[in-house]
């Protein structure tokens, strides 16, 4: 391997641009137009742009990549995660013109990459799957049949989704009932797509990091806990995972074997499992490509694991893993607003401080000036945190979130503290370790907001009952440094005061006051009125930043109540809108593939008498499918070409 080209962008590009040079592999990068000016286009040692606007016209372009192997000469292809990393036919195309593949076959990603599929790979290698029927169901007995003897809840999981994305939670026979006659008007699919799991509650997250070479040696470089969830998507990773016994351990080391050797698995993966209170293990899925958290797993193991995998794909062997040394935490810094049950943001990075000293890792591939785009993930970069045991690792984290501070987009530090101030989670003064995959909503994303009552989904606004949003300043009293918050309504009245004192025109520069951006503030408060705007007036508009992916009414259409309009997605994240009142579809304002702004109208509905009346103060109409939809299936994945846990590659 001499020149390799890494097919992604952003974070994950970068560090493998780093690993290659470090081995004296030259490095290609490849960069769309807004990605001109990154950290890892500049250090690449060449770089080719891919026109086009799109994510599908440039970085899941697969013939436009292929292109640009061949003209730079490449003889190898890092994928990185996301975009084509887990797609088979850009996979095959590599290995066809004989350039090196730095992952598992395209075979391999066939067999894995549908969820029904693996579950049966995992019941031909003898490792437990989750209670459920592994093929196709299309008939509405057959799924009441298995609810019913299962118990509820349970799942309907479309079989290339991950990440959150094509997951419905159904408590009963007529939620089940409702998804299965709106089921292609919800997911976009057919209903053939899905299969039906028993859900699994209270259960934690835990995977094992695996390697296999050609010559059919095999490790698992550490475990790691992923509990920590919002949406089905990770927040918060940790290795060793915690608190397992030896027993579970070996079972899931045995298990990953088994997985890799039914596929003959060539490279790095990760096998992902439920582990129940009472150490039962269940199979999820295996991820065939490197992913996010791989960086806990190399903290503990002392080992790169993008030099593994360029040596395995090199023909060479792997390196066993020793034992684990320490313990490491990895936190997502996300353009996400935790006042807002964590929704996707977009803006221009406006300062960014990273922590630093002793155990302290930074994995980012953005700077100030930095705009993050509703096109991509939201993810801006990678806390990496290590010590020697697991409570020296919690007490470093909060020391780092203390140092951390971005102004621009909101993040979810202040979550994090919180997070990592409960002692639930860090099992200190007695407690003990119960985390399981829902234990951020519950805890801390429990908050549905009235824009869900009006039709509108949970992810565009903010807790119902939310307090007025402040501001945080730093000044000095008697020459001692101080903290000042403020609400936001006051310092409004001294900008005005402030202004008629002096006739500036209101500029709150005269006031000396610089504040952090923390969140949208006050646009957030309206944003919650909006669903009640919506069911009076009739006029959906968009409450953020988006991209429209479909459009499910036509003009002149009728539509009740809970009734699905238009698709959204924002930053690898779906968010379903739908209708607040009775009507008819008056006028459609957007197409597909439109890039929306907040505020900007996407349906006109002629409401039908009596709904202006009611408004949106009423209990919403729409069934429990609709509002299980609008709060759960907001994320994504694919090969992951559509959108998985890692969609936007560099970004996540």
């Not at 996979?91 to 990459?113: H, M, T």
């Not at 990496?384 to 690792?393: F, G, K, L, P």
């Not at 002096?502 to 009125?529: E, F, I, T, V």
């Amino acid at each position: 391997m001499k020149k390799l080209l890494i097919a992604n962008r952003g974070e994950i590009a970068l560090r493998v641009v780093r690993t290659a040079q470090e081995m004296g592999i030259a490095t290609v990068a490849v960069y769309a137009n807004q990605d001109r000016d990154a950290a890892y286009v500049r250090m690449a040692d060449e770089a080719y742009l891919l026109p086009g606007e799109t994510n599908n016209q440039t970085y899941l372009n697969e013939d436009a990549i292929l292109d640009l192997v061949k003209r730079s000469g490449a003889d190898a292809v890092h994928p990185g995660y996301g975009f084509l990393s887990e797609v088979p036919s850009f996979a095959r195309k590599v290995a066809e013109v004989g350039i090196a593949w730095v992952g598992p076959s395209a075979q391999v990603l066939v067999d894995l990459g549908d969820k029904i599929q693996a579950c049966k790979v995992a019941e031909r290698a003898k490792v437990p799957t989750v209670p459920g029927i592994s093929e196709p169901v299309t008939d509405i007995r057959t799924l009441l049949d298995f609810a019913q003897s299962a118990g509820y809840p349970v799942m309907m999981k479309k079989a290339d989704g991950g990440g959150g994305r094509g997951i419905t939670l159904i408590h009963d026979d007529d939620e089940l009932r409702t998804f299965y006659m709106n089921h292609d008007a919800l997911q976009g699919g057919d209903l053939g797509d899905y299969f039906i799991e028993k859900f699994v509650d209270r259960a934690r997250h835990v995977e094992t990091q695996s390697g296999r070479d050609r010559n059919g040696s095999f490790t698992v470089y550490s475990t790691r806990d992923c509990s920590l969830q919002r949406r089905n998507q990770k927040l918060v990773e940790e290795a060793p995972a915690p608190y397992l016994s030896y027993v579970v351990a070996s079972k899931l080391e045995e298990y990953s074997r088994r997985l890799f050797e039914a596929v003959g698995y060539v490279g790095l993966g990760t096998c992902e499992f439920l582990v129940t209170p009472l150490e039962k293990i269940y199979f999820l899925e295996v991820n065939p490509r490197l992913q996010v958290e791989h960086t806990v797993s190399e903290e503990v193991s002392g080992l790169d694991l993008v030099r593994e995998q360029l040596v395995i794909a090199s023909g060479g062997p792997l390196t066993p893993a020793p034992a684990p040394r320490g313990h490491s935490f990895e936190l997502r810094i996300t353009s996400e607003d935790p006042a807002t049950n964590l929704t996707p943001s977009s803006g221009t990075i406006e300062a960014l401080h990273w922590p630093s000293g002793p155990g302290i890792r930074i994995d980012s591939g953005v700077d100030v000036g930095n705009t993050v785009s509703p096109r991509d993930d939201s993810m801006m970069g990678k806390l990496i945190v290590s010590a020697q045991t697991r409570e020296a690792a919690v007490a470093r984290v909060r020391r780092a979130l203390k140092e951390i501070s971005v102004e621009g987009v909101p993040t979810p530090i202040s979550l994090f503290k919180q997070i990592f101030a409960n002692p639930e989670f860090t099992a200190e003064h007695g407690h003990s370790f119960d985390i399981s995959t829902k234990w951020v909503e519950r805890n801390y994303l429990t908050m549905e907001p009235q824009a869900v009552k009006a039709g509108q989904p949970a992810s565009v606004s903010g807790a119902e009952e939310e307090e007025e949003p402040v501001e945080t300043f730093n000044i000095e009293v008697d020459n001692k440094r101080v903290t000042l918050t403020l609400p936001q309504s006051m310092i409004a009245g001294a900008v005005g005061v402030a202004a008629r004192a002096s006739g500036n025109g209101g500029s709150r520069a005269n006031l000396r006051l610089q504040q952090p951006l923390r969140g949208q503030g006050m646009k957030d408060r309206r944003s919650r009125n909006e669903g009640e705007d919506a069911a009076r007036s009739g006029v959906i508009v968009a409450t953020m930043q988006a991209v429209v992916t479909r459009i499910q009414v036509a003009q002149g259409q009728e539509v009740d109540k809970g009734d699905l309009l238009v698709v959204l997605e924002s930053m690898k994240m779906e968010n379903y809108v739908y209708a607040p009142a009775k009507g008819r579809v008056r006028k459609i304002n957007v197409g597909v593939a439109d890039g929306v702004d907040p505020g900007q109208t996407l349906v006109e509905l002629d409401l039908h008498s009596g709904n202006k009346e009611r408004g949106a103060g009423a209990e919403s109409g729409k069934s429990a499918e609709s509002r299980e939809s609008g709060k759960q299936a907001q994320a994504g994945k694919s090969g992951e070409a559509g959108a998985n846990d890692e969609q936007q590659g560099g970004q996540q």
